[in-house]
């Protein structure tokens, strides 16, 4: 299991480097699988998700100056939602708190990395979407959810 999920992290982060072409922009649709005992927390991962969507309407329409002004709400969105679920994890004891906070820092960190073509028009698109959908649908149910319930 757990290397089933290391080779999907390599999958995932191999596709984002080489900028392996997506057919279309992907959806990002809450459900039932993002719902935790933290109404907080999902109400900021639910400001993610529609700020997310955001950026990719601001990318299929080709609008630079939407497109930076929403990518730079998301992330800030996801440094602010990252540091105070950071600060929960804290809180309630979580016991990998510091694995957790790497996955975060990775993200933040691959996100730097791209900020310069997007400020520039040139990021491509569709994959950095693909990208951050694959990471969230991942993260928030296999690594948000079940580090809320344990202590
Ligand atoms: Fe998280
Ligand atoms: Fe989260």
């Known amino acids: 299991m757990k290397l089933k999920l290391m080779l999907t992290a390599l999958t995932l982060s191999t ?3 080489h900028h392996v072409s997506y057919a279309a922009y992907p959806q990002f649709t ?3 699988e993002f719902v935790s005992n933290e109404v907080e927390m999902d109400h900021e991962h639910q400001a993610l998700f529609f ?3 955001s950026l990719c309407d601001a990318f299929e329409k080709k609008n630079l100056e939407d497109t930076k002004r929403i990518f730079h709400g998301v992330v800030n969105w996801a440094v602010t939602h990252f540091a105070s679920e950071e600060a929960h994890m804290q ?6 708190l510091e694995v957790h906070k790497k996955a975060h820092q990775d993200l933040v960190e691959k996100i730097q990395e791209v900020t310069p ?4 028009g040139t990021a491509d698109g569709e994959g950095l979407m693909n990208f951050l959908h694959d990471w969230l649908y991942h993260h928030i149910p296999n690594a948000d959810i079940p580090a809320y319930g344990k202590s």
């Open 15 to 17: 596709a984002f480097i």
């Open 30 to 32: 809450w459900g039932p």
């Open 117 to 120: 073509s997007v400020e520039a």
């Open 91 to 96: 809180e309630i004891g979580y016991a990998h």
């Open 51 to 53: 700020t997310l969507s």
